[in-house]
């Protein structure tokens, strides 16, 4: 069974530190998909990022990044120079692709960052 | 107009009520999901359908029940809500093809039980 974990229930940072985002997840298949969402207060869920098991290469996107390491199994989330703006919940998923849990979404609790002035 | 429309966006009901929150997509995906927020609990898996005929249980299906009437529509119905259902409600789509691509969400329906 597919099980995603976000230790993390809530971060607080003052504006333009960095904030770390730790998803540790656990899967039977070889072949799996893993996501990152971004939930504003405004409530929508925002699609930040999404990964193969096959590409451990990590991401890099503005101020945000991503480190994969299949090792331990974790997908964490980096976000540089934080600002107000980056205040919400923050969501990582996990979609198995090799069983019949294929196309289903596993999701963690997520994490609420709060980026003060 | 939002590609993953749900409808109603909020809605107060009473105990043994019938409820059903609905849901269109334009976005051509077969892949439809219904999801429900907790606090502190994430998103957690209600039905999923990856066709019209194809109607599959999640992870907290009981008290709920599902109907895929076209590719575009997909209905959530709660045949007689219980106060622990006050939630957040989400619709979402997905891509068809080999890959799993990512969900796509409406703007959510916030239904309170009393």
Redesign the interface.
């Given at each position: 069974a597919q099980k995603?974990t976000?230790a993390q229930?809530e971060i607080s940072v003052v504006e333009k530190e960095d904030v770390t985002l730790d998803c540790v997840y656990e899967t039977r298949d070889t072949t799996y998909?893993l996501?990152w969402?971004k939930q504003p207060p405004s409530?929508?869920?925002v699609?930040l990022i999404?990964r193969?098991s096959f590409d451990e290469q990590n991401e890099i996107s503005g101020r945000y990044s991503w480190n994969f390491q299949k090792s331990t199994s974790s997908f964490n989330f980096t976000i540089t120079a934080s600002q107000v703006v980056d205040s919400a919940v923050y969501?990582c998923?996990l979609?198995e692709?090799g069983t019949d849990s294929?196309?289903?979404?596993?999701?963690?609790?997520?994490t609420q960052v709060v980026v003060t002035p | 107009d939002a590609d993953v429309t749900q409808t109603p966006r909020n809605r107060i009901t009473k105990t043994g009520k019938r409820i059903m929150l609905e849901c269109s997509q334009t976005k051509g995906h077969d892949?439809m999901?219904w999801?429900r927020q907790d606090p502190?609990?994430?998103?957690?898996?209600i039905y999923?359908s990856?066709d019209v005929k194809d109607i599959n249980k999640?992870e907290i299906s009981d008290g709920y029940s599902v109907s895929r009437q076209a590719q575009a529509k997909f209905s959530l119905s709660l045949e007689s809500a219980i106060p622990n259902q006050t939630a957040?409600y989400?619709c979402?789509t997905?891509p068809t093809g080999k890959?799993?691509?990512?969900?796509?969400?409406g703007?959510?329906s916030r239904l309170t039980v009393l």
């Open positions: 995603v976000q229930t998909y996501f969402y409530g929508e869920l699609f999404r193969n969501f998923a979609s692709a294929w196309g289903k979404f596993q999701f963690g609790a997520g | 892949r999901y999801y502190g609990l994430g998103l957690r898996l999923y990856f999640g957040l989400f979402a997905s890959s799993v691509g990512e969900l796509f969400f703007e959510g």
